[in-house]
């Protein structure tokens, strides 16, 4: 089959959610442990991640040095991190396929999403990055242009627009390499958010794009015939942290959605991977799955995770 595999959480950093240079060369290898398995077992795999703890850094970057050197804007850094994640995923799943006796390739490609200049998101910022600052530094990253608000006794937070991904600019590329028997890895961090227009045609903006939204988009882009988004728990659960929590198997796009309504998925962690899922099933007629890094190749077969199919028509 050909595998959409979204990597969050545990595939990207230490287990404690450090990301030090060690700790993510040692997570992704792990991961990439798992995707060689299923490379061997003959499907065709096309990988996206997260890379939030990535940006943070650079973020912290750009704050302690803003006296001295200009930020450098969100799409820089979504692209920054992309080669980083993707340059430590390639090394890792090479010697993890030769281990194998694999002779496939992998690639990763620096790619672009498409989001819509007029998405209301940039009127109306939301989505909080990086660390607070107290007043005064929060002032100088105000004078760059960027836009904090003041939280109160934690001290100022920067919010970006979060646009809704309209398309995966780079998607013919990632086809030819997968055709060919290619493994790929793109649309890390949801993709460089862009925007077109006729004067300066595509260009990047500051904005963050949902990584699981973006990982739905590029499965049916690509006709995968399975998204797959590992995180650090095997199921999605209702009644989290209740005496009536229950992690869900085997369940249709319709049925999740309605506990989504019911409010049992947190908008920060498993709010936007049900989203996801959703999407996928409902404009594709194909699977979902949402599970652990560990039960991947289970859920692929819809034996593990929260397996989610489409609604009986």
């Known amino acids: 089959m050909r595998l959409l595999i979204a990597l969050g959480g545990n595939a990207m950093t230490g287990p404690d959610g450090e990301a030090g240079p060690e700790d993510q060369r040692l997570a992704i290898a792990t991961a990439m442990e798992t995707v060689a398995d299923l490379v061997v077992a003959g499907h065709g795999?096309?990988?996206?991640?997260?890379?939030?703890?990535?940006?943070g850094n650079l973020l912290l970057k750009n704050e302690l040095?803003?006296?001295?050197?200009?930020?450098v804007p969100l799409d820089w850094c979504g692209a920054q991190?992309?080669?980083t994640v993707g340059m430590l995923a390639l090394n890792a799943l090479d010697r993890a396929l030769a281990a194998r006796g694999?002779?496939?390739?992998?690639?990763t490609l620096v790619s672009r999403t498409l989001v819509d200049r007029d998405d209301p998101a940039f009127k109306h910022p939301t989505k909080?990055?990086?660390r607070y600052l107290p007043d005064d530094e929060a002032q100088l990253m105000i004078e760059h242009g960027?836009?904090?608000?003041?939280r109160g006794v934690r001290g100022w937070r920067r919010v970006v627009a979060s646009p809704e991904p309209r398309a995966c600019l780079d998607v013919a590329a990632a086809t030819t390499l997968l055709d060919d028997g290619w493994v790929v890895v793109c649309s890390?961090?949801?993709?460089?958010?862009?925007?077109y227009d006729a004067a300066h045609g595509y260009h990047g903006v500051e904005a963050v794009i949902d990584k699981d939204l973006t990982a739905a988009l590029l499965a049916e882009q690509l006709a995968a015939d399975r998204l797959v988004i590992a995180t650090d728990v095997d199921a999605a659960v209702i009644g989290w942290e209740t005496p009536e929590a229950k992690a869900l198997g085997k369940v249709t796009a319709g049925e999740l959605r309605k506990h989504a309504a019911d409010g049992h998925f947190a908008s920060?962690?498993?709010?936007?991977k049900v989203e996801a899922a959703c999407r996928f099933v409902e404009r594709t007629d194909r699977q979902a799955a949402i599970t652990s890094l560990g039960r991947i190749a289970e859920a692929v077969h819809g034996k593990a995770g929260t397996v989610v199919v489409p609604d009986e028509r």
């Open 45 to 55: 795999i096309v990988l996206t991640h997260g890379n939030g703890p990535q940006v």
């Open 65 to 71: 040095a803003a006296d001295i050197v200009p930020p």
């Open 81 to 83: 991190t992309q080669a």
């Open 102 to 107: 694999s002779s496939t390739r992998s690639a």
């Open 128 to 130: 909080p990055i990086g």
């Open 146 to 150: 960027q836009h904090w608000v003041d």
């Open 188 to 195: 890390g961090g949801g993709g460089i958010p862009t925007v």
């Open 268 to 272: 920060g962690s498993m709010g936007p």
